[in-house]
């Protein structure tokens, strides 16, 4: 039987994007452990190595969508632009990947299917979809959010369709053509948005289909420029220490102040000068009380409608357009420029799927309730089985053979999204009841907890770390806790799992400051890690 000295790694990662490749790093650069990463796709990047549609880009700001723990790295990579398109960011994990000569410890192209803990030996087995098995301590999943459990919607009728079909995140790497055609998108998230800007002068004819209209803030896109770079260089540590003690990982803060105590026109001066800034910092640089207060929300919701609705040139398609039925901040707002006016294009036109919603696919195009769409091409903007997907598509079973689906049947119950009892040894970066924000910035604390706990462990010559079940009860009430005391308890989000029919509603993300989420969890790794048993090797409690 292998045992912790035989096994083929101290710690096997799974996945390739921004948690995978750090977590690489520390293990191997920092803590000097074998470790080994396995990634289902053909190159580095995760969630940016599969959504390369028209117009994929980040919505937070360059500067602080990369790590920060090197700062020769931090100087000798500039980012082009306010908030980079796919391919950049890919360019910049590549970039990561040779500096630091992590690309000879990663397996592409290598899917895992099946991770096991093995109760005799207390290492994990882990088995790719080759089958190949190998052995490791320690289990680290760096899974993504988003990015390969995609959400298709079961429309009748789409294996006749006629017509070419796309989902954003699974975008062919040959060029796709879309001139002269008449092009249908499903959905109008993030995704959406961006689809939509980037394709509409493209096609012949662009057919939007909404269910849901978004809040939709600018992002001001445009390029660094010089004096920005010479700012940054000259800002380094301050911007990072923002961001290390934000709201969200971004490197700001709320003003201190709260709507509902200020005048009209003080509102509306501060909606107007963060407007004019763009991006999330309209919403998580604003007041204090826009996302825990109803009717604080509204003053915010209400100038939002208002900006949006002098961009769209047509009174009845920016009524459709305006969003009504949930507050702002409640789902991720878009964040996004050209997706608005592109609806001032002869070309384009909104099918209100509220009104009119689609029954079926047809060998030509999609039947609504109302009309027929003659479409060559749909592409599906329809998001993911978020979170728990990228887990659930994976066998993984903790201690006496427990499937991770079992245990999460009822919803998924963690430690900050690091750890879930009966699955020693398996830590999560990005899992469920984490802190979701900027996600390199929260990536990057995910990845070191979990790394100052190995070596926690290999310091006190202990084989073991598992968290106990009332831990993570008393996390997922706090999850709960702070969801109830902010306007996104109600709304339907991939942040709670609604976007998915049939999936148990469940709040998946710590909703406090990333300030105060660090705290919880610093505080846990500086006492010792209470509420984790931390277990001594088998062969050491074994007569
Ligand atoms: P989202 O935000 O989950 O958006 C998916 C969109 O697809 C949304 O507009 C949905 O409408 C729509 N949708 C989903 N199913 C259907 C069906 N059956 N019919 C019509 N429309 C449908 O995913 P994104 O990829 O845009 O963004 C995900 C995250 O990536 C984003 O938040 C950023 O963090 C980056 P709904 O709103 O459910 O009515």
Same mark, same amino acid.
């Given at each position: 039987?292998?045992?912790?000295?035989?096994?083929?790694?101290?710690?096997?990662?799974?996945?390739?994007?921004?948690?995978?490749?750090?977590?690489?790093?520390?293990?191997?650069?920092?803590?000097?452990?074998?470790?080994?990463?396995?990634?289902?796709s053909?190159?580095?990047?995760?969630?940016w190595?599969?959504?390369?549609?028209?117009?994929?880009?980040?919505?937070?700001?360059?500067?602080?969508?990369?790590?920060?723990?090197?700062? %020769?790295?931090?100087r000798?990579?500039?980012?082009?632009?306010?908030?980079?398109?796919?391919?950049?960011?890919?360019?910049?994990?590549?970039?990561?990947?040779?500096?630091?000569?992590?690309?000879?410890?990663?397996?592409?192209?290598?899917?895992?299917?099946?991770?096991?803990?093995?109760?005799?030996?207390?290492?994990?087995?882990?088995?790719?979809?080759?089958?190949?098995?190998v052995?490791?301590?320690?289990?680290?999943?760096?899974?993504?959010?988003l990015?390969?459990?995609?959400?298709?919607?079961?429309?009748?009728?789409?294996?006749?369709?006629?017509?070419?079909?796309?989902?954003?995140?699974?975008?062919?790497?040959?060029?796709?053509?879309?001139?002269?055609?008449?092009?249908?998108?499903?959905?109008?998230?993030?995704?959406?948005?961006?689809?939509?800007?980037?394709?509409?002068?493209?096609?012949?004819?662009?057919?939007?289909?909404?269910?849901?209209?978004?809040?939709?803030?600018?992002?001001? $896109?445009?390029?660094?420029?010089?004096?920005?770079?010479?700012?940054?260089?000259?800002?380094?540590?301050?911007?990072?220490?923002?961001?290390?003690?934000?709201?969200?990982?971004?490197?700001?803060?709320?003003?201190?102040?709260?709507?509902?105590?200020?005048?009209?026109?003080?509102?509306?001066?501060t909606?107007?000068?963060?407007?004019?800034?763009?991006?999330?910092?309209?919403?998580?640089?604003?007041?204090?009380?826009?996302?825990?207060?109803?009717?604080? $929300?509204?003053?915010?919701?209400?100038?939002?409608?208002?900006?949006?609705?002098?961009?769209?040139?047509?009174?009845?398609?920016?009524?459709?357009?305006?969003?009504?039925?949930?507050?702002?901040?409640?789902?991720?707002?878009?964040?996004?420029?050209?997706?608005?006016?592109?609806?001032?294009?002869? $070309?384009?036109?909104?099918?209100?799927?509220?009104?009119?919603?689609?029954?079926?696919?047809?060998?030509?195009?999609?039947?609504?309730?109302?009309?027929?769409?003659?479409?060559?091409?749909?592409?599906?903007?329809?998001?993911?089985?978020?979170?728990?997907?990228?887990?659930?598509?994976?066998?993984?079973?903790?201690?006496?053979?427990?499937?991770?689906?079992?245990?999460?049947?009822?919803?998924?119950?963690?430690?900050?999204?690091?750890?879930?009892?009966?699955?020693?040894?398996?830590?999560?970066?990005?899992?469920?009841?984490?802190?979701?924000?900027?996600?390199?910035?929260t990536?990057?604390?995910?990845?070191?907890?979990?790394?100052?706990?190995?070596?926690?462990?290999?310091a006190?010559?202990?084989?073991?770390?598992?968290?106990?079940?009332?831990? %993570?009860?008393?996390?997922?009430?706090?999850?709960?806790?702070?969801?109830?005391?902010?306007?996104?308890?109600?709304?339907d989000?991939?942040?709670?799992?609604?976007?998915?029919?049939?999936?148990?509603?469940?709040?998946?993300?710590?909703?406090?400051?990333?300030?105060q989420?660090?705290?919880?969890?610093?505080?846990?790794?500086?006492?010792?890690?209470?509420?984790?048993?931390?277990?001594?090797?088998?062969?050491?409690?074994?007569?």
């Amino acid at each position: 039987m292998q045992t912790a000295r035989t096994a083929d790694y101290d710690a096997v990662v799974i996945g390739a994007g921004f948690a995978g490749i750090y977590m690489l790093y520390r293990l191997r650069d920092t803590l000097g452990l074998a470790a080994h990463v396995f990634e289902e796709s053909d190159g580095v990047g995760g969630t940016w190595n599969l959504n390369r549609y028209p117009g994929a880009r980040c919505d937070s700001e360059s500067h602080v969508y990369c790590y920060s723990f090197s700062k %020769e790295l931090l100087r000798d990579w500039q980012w082009s632009s306010r908030y980079p398109e796919h391919d950049e960011i890919r360019a910049y994990l590549n970039h990561v990947t040779d500096r630091f000569d992590l690309r000879r410890d990663i397996s592409f192209d290598t899917r895992v299917a099946r991770a096991a803990y093995d109760d005799a030996s207390g290492l994990w087995q882990v088995t790719t979809g080759a089958g190949q098995t190998v052995t490791a301590r320690f289990l680290i999943t760096g899974l993504g959010l988003l990015s390969a459990a995609r959400h298709i919607p079961r429309i009748p009728g789409l294996e006749g369709f006629g017509g070419e079909w796309h989902h954003t995140s699974d975008w062919p790497r040959e060029p796709v053509d879309f001139s002269g055609k008449r092009v249908g998108v499903i959905g109008t998230g993030s995704t959406g948005a961006q689809v939509v800007a980037a394709i509409a002068d493209k096609c012949a004819q662009l057919s939007v289909f909404q269910r849901s209209p978004q809040y939709v803030l600018p992002a001001r $896109n445009r390029p660094n420029t010089p004096e920005f770079q010479a700012w940054l260089d000259s800002h380094y540590d301050e911007v990072w220490q923002a961001a290390q003690n934000s709201t969200g990982g971004y490197p700001y803060h709320h003003n201190r102040r709260r709507a509902l105590e200020e005048t009209p026109e003080q509102i509306r001066q501060t909606f107007d000068e963060l407007w004019q800034v763009g991006g999330f910092k309209f919403v998580w640089g604003s007041y204090m009380d826009l996302i825990v207060d109803h009717d604080a $929300n509204r003053l915010v919701a209400d100038y939002v409608r208002a900006r949006m609705a002098e961009t769209i040139r047509d009174p009845e398609v920016a009524r459709r357009l305006l969003p009504t039925d949930h507050p702002l901040g409640g789902r991720r707002p878009v964040v996004n420029d050209g997706y608005l006016e592109a609806f001032n294009r002869d $070309n384009v036109h909104l099918v209100d799927l509220r009104e009119a919603p689609i029954t079926r696919f047809t060998a030509t195009g999609i039947q609504t309730t109302d009309a027929h769409h003659d479409l060559d091409m749909v592409i599906f903007a329809t998001g993911f089985d978020a979170v728990t997907g990228p887990f659930l598509r994976i066998d993984i079973r903790g201690r006496g053979g427990l499937p991770l689906r079992d245990k999460w049947a009822g919803g998924p119950a963690t430690a900050f999204g690091l750890a879930t009892s009966g699955f020693p040894n398996m830590f999560m970066i990005s899992g469920p009841g984490s802190m979701f924000g900027n996600q390199p910035v929260t990536i990057e604390h995910h990845a070191n907890w979990i790394a100052d706990c190995i070596a926690h462990l290999d310091a006190q010559g202990l084989a073991e770390c598992e968290v106990r079940p009332r831990t %993570e009860q008393d996390w997922s009430q706090q999850i709960l806790d702070w969801v109830q005391r902010t306007v996104a308890a109600e709304t339907d989000s991939w942040w709670n799992g609604s976007n998915i029919p049939g999936k148990k509603r469940t709040p998946f993300f710590y909703t406090g400051s990333f300030s105060q989420y660090k705290r919880a969890c610093d505080q846990a790794a500086e006492q010792g890690y209470p509420g984790f048993d931390l277990r001594p090797a088998l062969e050491e409690v074994q007569p």
